[in-house]
Structure formats: structure tokens, C-alpha cells
């Protein structure tokens, strides 16, 4: 865990003053995830929630501090922040929410290796955030998200930064 650290920092993936209030880790979804995906037919919504299956950005999935399921959000709605401010004061559950191993299982770090969740520091909620640079539903989700983490000093965040729009290796 210390080396990916050390690699995430020297990558420039994690700031010279890694606050303990929120923490960042950039990786991309494979290629091949990524086109398997694009063939998948039916409800994509349920799909994204319960399986993971990313075709449509931004994909936004939360988990509480011992990494069960706790919020998705596909796309952006107005006052979706309430909602998650509720969710994680109550820490309340979602039953039929993707885990977060096997959303890892389908990405790789900017160097192109794997990451596990035995390999994620520690942190009151865990954001997995699925967007494409080229995504102003992604960057309106961002800055709520952001809104959200500095108006919560006290309260530490990862947040998986999930690119969608990588190049294939």
C-alpha cells in the first residue's frame, strides 16, 4: 500500500499536502472493460447502479467508511447533494449498489497497473467518480462534490477519479 502511495505522489496523483479531509487517485477504466461495456442491451441505469456497467458519464458511486454501498448518482440532477448529505449522516445502506472491488477489478492506474481495496488508504466515504474530460454533466457533479467536501472539514474522502476516456494499452 506504502508503494502505490509512493507512485501516486510522485505521478502527481496526489497533492504535495495530502489533506487527511480528502485524498485523490486517478485511474482509467480498461479499454476492454470499456468496449465490452458499449455492447450491454437493456436498462443501462440499473446496470450502472447494480453491476457497474459504465457506457454513460458521470457515474458517481459512494461508500461508507467500511466500504459498503451507501449512494449512486448517473448524470446530474439538482439537489442530489441533500440527498447524499442524508445518506451519509444516517449511514445508511443501498442494498443493490455494485461493490467497489469489483469496480476496481475493471481499472488500472495511469502507469497501468492494478489497485485493490486492501491498497486504498482509509477514509470516512470513498467517491468512485466515472467521467470523461470533455463532460460538462461531469464537471457540474465535480463541483457539488467538491461544494460538499469543503463545507466537511472533519470528514476524510477518497476519491477515485475514474477517467473513461483512455487511450488504449
Known amino acids: ?9 510522485c ?12 485524498e485523490k487517485i486517478e485511474l482509467f477504466q480498461r479499454y476492454e472493460v470499456m468496449a465490452q461495456q458499449q455492447r450491454v442491451v437493456g436498462n443501462l441505469r440499473t446496470a450502472a447502479k447494480t453491476d457497474g456497467i459504465v457506457v454513460r458519464v458521470p457515474q458517481l458511486y459512494v461508500y461508507h467508511a467500511e466500504l459498503s454501498a451507501a449512494f449512486h448518482l448517473g ?16 449511514n445508511r445502506g443501498e442494498r443493490s449498489m455494485v461493490r ?32 470523461r474530460l470533455d463532460c460538462d454533466e461531469c464537471d457540474q457533479v465535480a463541483e457539488v462534490l467538491h461544494e460538499w467536501i469543503d463545507a466537511h472539514p472533519d470528514r476524510s474522502v477518497l476519491w477515485l477519479d475514474v477517467r473513461t476516456d483512455t487511450p488504449r494499452r
Open 1 to 9: 500500500m506504502l508503494r502505490i502511495a509512493i507512485l501516486l505522489f
Open 11 to 22: 505521478a502527481g496523483a496526489l497533492p504535495l499536502s495530502a489533506a487527511a479531509e480528502l
Open 75 to 90: 448524470g446530474f440532477r439538482p439537489g442530489f447533494l441533500r440527498e447524499l448529505e442524508m445518506i451519509i449522516q444516517s
Open 100 to 131: 467497489l472491488d469489483r469496480l476496481l477489478e475493471r481499472t488500472r492506474t495511469p502507469e497501468g497497473d492494478r489497485i485493490a481495496i486492501e491498497d486504498l488508504p482509509l477514509a470516512d466515504v470513498t467517491l468512485a467518480f466515472y467521467r
